[in-house]
């Protein structure tokens, strides 16, 4: 981290308003006898709020001796943080652009660009008019919508060299944008929309109707539900909670109505089966070590679909373990 250091020029005193030092004392009686000190960083973000957006060095020995703290223990704080301002900034806007790997990736260099353009070619140089600052900080994030760069507490994501412009522009005239995306995502969600809980149910349903017509590799098309909203997610989380209800049939393992003689085998000896497969496997039917022995390879995929395992009986050898299971029983 670059060295830190407080602007040469000082005023010669700070003093909280009478509204911030009653909000500072509720804040700071809040916490037991002696650990004052927690409020620190809170105490210095109020007082750099009201000294016009940047911290002074009288700002800092006074909270200092609200929390009975040494200066140094304070004075480390404001220097370590980049949230603290230790020189004037500009009067309508802060801006920190965020150069960290995923926002670089993105356009960091592209909205720096443009900072040096319409703002002033140094970082911490105030623009011609005062009003404005920029400076390149480390990770802010929101790296899932970089690149993006924050100003005063709030933070504006999904940047473009055009958009970051009109941004400062509505700044300038008053009227900021809202924060957030400035490309309409909706928080961190993909670019294109959520998809990964549409995707599972759309595989489900179209293996299921593929297997039914008996067709081969029927192609994968994305429901109407996927871009139904509220109604539409419903549809997915039920079918995520009830997987057997869209696996095809033409290969289920037969089942039988009850275990023979009213008595199962203890599928639990099955490495890979717990309490809750085996409550499953008896659901369709399935009691008995030989049943599973028996499967056939579109059986095993069939459960595989069913259970959701992708591959797990095959890793795991419920075969051969069924098969030496019900040699054990038949001795």
Not at 164 to 187: D, H, I, T, V, Y
Not at 257 to 269: F, N
Request: hydrophobic residues 40%; proline residues 8%.
């Amino acid at each position: 981290m670059a060295v830190r250091r407080l602007h040469p020029e000082q005023p010669a005193s700070f003093q909280f308003s009478a509204e911030n030092l009653a909000w500072a004392d509720k804040l700071t009686a809040k916490y037991p006898p002696g650990q004052q000190a927690s409020a620190v960083i809170p105490l210095l973000w109020r007082a750099q709020e009201q000294h016009d957006g940047w911290l002074p060095e009288p700002a800092i020995r006074l909270v200092a001796e609200m929390l009975d703290m040494a200066y140094i223990r304070v004075y480390e704080v404001a220097t370590f943080y980049t949230m603290f301002q230790l020189a004037p900034v500009g009067k309508i806007a802060h801006v920190q652009v965020c150069g960290t790997t995923p926002c670089m990736l993105r356009g960091a260099e592209d909205l720096i660009a443009v900072c040096k353009r319409k703002i002033a070619k140094s970082p911490h140089e105030l623009s011609g008019d005062g009003n404005f600052s920029w400076e390149e900080v480390e990770c802010l994030g929101s790296c899932a919508n970089a690149p993006m760069v924050q100003i005063w507490k709030d933070t504006y994501e999904d940047l473009t060299p055009a958009s970051f412009e009109k941004l400062l522009n509505g700044f300038a005239a008053g009227n900021p944008p809202p924060p957030g995306s400035q490309a309409g995502r909706q928080a961190s969600c993909p670019a294109g929309g959520p998809t990964s809980l549409y995707e599972y149910s759309t595989t489900r349903t179209a293996q299921a109707g593929a297997a039914k017509s008996g067709a081969k590799g029927a192609p994968v098309v994305m429901p109407a539900a996927a871009s139904g909203g509220a109604a539409g997610l419903a549809g997915v989380v039920a079918e995520i909670a009830n997987p057997g209800e869209t696996v095809a049939d033409g290969h289920r393992p037969q089942g039988l109505d009850g275990p023979r003689g009213g008595t199962a085998d203890d599928l639990k000896r099955i490495s890979g089966v717990g309490p809750k497969l085996e409550r499953t496997l008896n659901e369709l039917g399935i009691y008995h070590f030989d049943q599973i022995a028996a499967w056939t390879p579109e059986a095993v995929a069939w459960v595989d679909d069913y259970l959701s395992f992708k591959g797990r009986i095959g890793r795991e050898g419920w075969i051969a373990q069924a098969k030496a299971l019900a040699a054990e029983k038949k001795a």
